[in-house]
């Protein structure tokens, strides 16, 4: 199974990332709320196993 991490920049401008880890239709969902508060440049990216993604500066 795929795993899914996330990375947006919040309303202020700072990177994020997402520190769990979700399957596609979570990560999906994710994106829809991380959007409706304002956040931008929102990522669904692949992890691996024991992997967390870098926020992007």
Do not use: F
């Not at 795929?2 to 202020?12: E, R, S």
């Not at 880890?21 to 990216?45: F, M, N, P, Q």
């Amino acid at each position: 199974m795929q795993n899914y991490g996330l990375l947006w920049t919040d309303p202020d401008g700072t990177p994020q990332a997402s520190a769990g880890r979700y399957d596609k239709r979570s990560a999906k969902h994710r994106r829809t709320e991380l959007k409706a508060v304002g956040c931008t440049r929102v990522e669904i990216v692949p992890v691996r196993p024991g992997e967390v993604p870098e926020p992007v500066s």
